[in-house]
Each structure stands twice: as structure tokens, then as C-alpha cells.
């Protein structure tokens, strides 16, 4: 197990590379089960998630190999041979419940484990489910097993009663192979919504409206694998343009989408850094000591993104006034409060609102993340504070962001990863199994066994 050390209080500066999003990768890597033939995705980031679905596909008997150096991850969907998925997996990882669609469209059948809850919140899977049903599917639980079956899928008319972005997957890669037409209402409106439609529409779905409230998929016969290039992580992008902003910096946040940026773009805009957008970066500047309070609620794209609420937390903790924050999307997402407290951040807490008093004078402490995104909040307070801080739980952070370290160490940082002492061991978190080929910066093998 290991932890980031980090000595704080220096302002970055320079350019950084987003990665592909992790969050359009995962459900993309669940369609190629739709297809026929092999999918190629580009952009893909290699992230430890990318490497729990490839092993969740390989369980199921297709075959996930990275290819050109590292550029390509090809699926060949040829040997998919089970509709079971693997339970220790499922449990591991939420978003690998995204298989049960397209197994459900190939076998008619998918026992899958219930993918538990989390850190952030209970998460059920009630829409999904409700989905499944309205699409011709009977469902059975039982003994943490999920099993749903459909002689036939047909299209129906499906009211999400909450636009989530896992359910509206799940239906866009169901209904691809369902008789006649399905009308997705309520949908959710995310980047990464819109990035699936486009590879499932280049392997053959009919796919109209990604992107807005209404979905219109007509069903196919049949998809075939296509080569798809995933966009830019908007959320890995914002955390690069909080930490310029958090450290009185000057960063170009190279590959980014700017439309998909809007709402952060605006936020730290209106505390009083510098946005200049160009058409595939953005450059951000502040100034230490002048950035100024502000009101923000997370809420479905195009709103406030919930995976950016911890590391706007951090910045908000350092900002003259006081802020309110409010987290609408998950009920459980303020874990990070107490560790930011701990480095002196004046955070008090109010049901799902935070309200922040700053402008704090952080100081480096030993801090522990409990999610991704948290753990991404504590290293920006890192970053920001005075001394020495610890950030422990990396396992979390490397879910999420491709070589976190090194991206910041090339803006000047003082970042580095150690490993937990013998003593800190016994204090520490049991560790998540990790399978023994993975890298130190999670490096996919040729084959994924
Ligand atoms: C995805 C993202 C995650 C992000 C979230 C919200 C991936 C792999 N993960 O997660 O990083 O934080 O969107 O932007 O893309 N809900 C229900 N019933 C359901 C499904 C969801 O009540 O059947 C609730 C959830 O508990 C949560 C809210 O809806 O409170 C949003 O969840 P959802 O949009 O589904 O998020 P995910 O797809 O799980």
C-alpha cells in the first residue's frame, strides 16, 4: 500500500494532458459485448477500473488485448460464451453492473451479482431494473444475485424517474438490439451519455437525441465492432484546473472539450481566476489570497458535476467569504469533510450542505481518502497547504487519474509516492486485491487474463 507525500504552498505552472474519460471507456467496453466483431476503442485511459471491466469481459469469455504500444484496446467479442459475471468483480467495481444490458440483448439471460453500495451513497439499481422490465425482461433476486430473463426484447416507452446515467446506459446498449423503437424520457443529458450513442451509432445502432432529455433507439438486427475514440475526462481536466487555481498558478489544461467544462469554467470564474478557453485546452491563472467565495449545488449535466464537488470543496476552503455547497446527487458524499478539517479547513456541515469558511490557512497533515474523488480533494489540499501532507488510500486516486504524480510533478509540484511503513501498515485499510500484473501506473498487459 502507499501513500502521496506532498509539500505544499508552491504555485504550479505549465501544461497538462487529459487522459480519455474513464466514465465513456467503461460502458463503451460493456457495448463491444453487442457487436459481432472486434471493437477498437482509442483515447483509453489505463486506469485500474479499465482493468477491472477488461476482466470482467475476459471472465465472460471475450477476449481484451492492448494494442500499438499501448494506443488501442481491442475487444474481440467472438469467444463471449457465459451470461454470468463474475461476482468478486461486480462487487468491486459498480460500473461493471453495465454488462447485464448487453448480455441480456445476446443471451436473453444475465445473472449478475448486486452491486453493492459505496462510500458516497447506497446506489441502488431500481431504474435500471425498471428499464429491463419495460423492455420485456422478468427479473429474479436472490442471495445478492440479480437474474434477468427476456425471450424477446421489445421497445417500449421507459420515464426514468431521475435522469442517472448508469440506467440511461444501460438502456441505450439494451434497446440497440430490441424489437422496434424505445423512447428513453428523462435521460441523462452527460457527456459520456452522448459519447456511447456515437460508438454504439458507428457499430450500427439508431440512435436520436443522445444528449437532450428524449432518446429514440430503433432496434437492429444486429451491431458490428467499430473504432471509436473516447473524449477527453472532463472531471480529470477540472481537477488540473482547481489545482492551478488552489496554488495561485498558471496552467494550459491541454485536451479538453471546453463545452463539457462550462459549469466549472463558470465557477471559478466567478471566485476570480483567469479562464481563457481555446478549442481544445484552457488556460487558467489565479492569483493566491484574492479568490473569493462562492455558491454552488451539484446537479445532472449540464450542472455542477458531483465527481468535481470534493476538490471544489478543497478550493472553496481557501477562498475569502463564506460558501455554501450543496450535493444533490448522492446522499453520503462528505467524507473528505473531516480529513479536510484536519488540515485546518473551516467546514460545517448542514444535511447534504457544507457550508466553508475561508479563507483557511491549510497546513499539511496525514489525511485519508475514502473514494476517488476525495482522494483527488486531499491532494489538491496538499498541494495548497503549508508543509508536509500525507494523502493515504492511493488505491483510490489511481481508479481514476492516470499518473497523478507525474502530471503534477511536471507543473512543479512536490509530489511523490511511497510505500506504507511496517508500522503504518497495521493503521492502514485492508488493501483491495490487486491482481499481481498490474504496473505501478496500471499498465494493461498484451492480454488481460
Ligand atoms: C455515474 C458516474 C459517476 C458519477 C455519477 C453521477 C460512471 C462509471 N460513474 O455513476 O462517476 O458520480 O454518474 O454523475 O459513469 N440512482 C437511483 N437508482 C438507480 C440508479 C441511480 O436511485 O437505478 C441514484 C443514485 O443512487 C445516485 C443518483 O441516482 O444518487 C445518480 O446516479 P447515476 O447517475 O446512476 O450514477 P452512476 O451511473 O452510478
Redesign the pocket.
Known sequence: MEKFVIYGARPLAGRVRVDGS??AV??MLAAALLADTPTTLLEVPQLQDVVTMSRVLTALGADVRLEGGGRRLVVRPHGLNSFEAPAALVRKM??SFLVTGPLLARFGRVRIALPGGCAI????????LKAFKALGAEIRLGEGCIEVQARRLRGARIYLD??????TEQVLMTACLAEGTTVVEDA?E?P?VVDLAACLRSMGARIQGAGTKVIRIEGVRSLQGARHATIPDRIEAGTYMVAAAMTGGEVFVDNVVPEHIKAISAKLKEMGAEITEYSTGVQVRARRGELRATDLKTQ?YPGF???LQPQFMALLSVARGTSLLTET???NRFLHVAELRRMGARIHLEGRSAVIQGPADLSGAEVHATDLRAGAALVLAGLAARGRTEVWGVEHVDRGYVDLEGKLSRLGALISREPLRAEELARARPPEPVPEWLGRHVTLPAAVK
Open positions: 474513464k466514465n467503461l460502458p459498480r460500473a451513497g447506497v446506489r441502488p439499481i431500481d431504474l435500471h431521475y435522469p442517472s446515467v448508469g440506467a441523462a452527460e459520456e445532472p458535476p458531483t465527481d446527487v448522492f446522499e
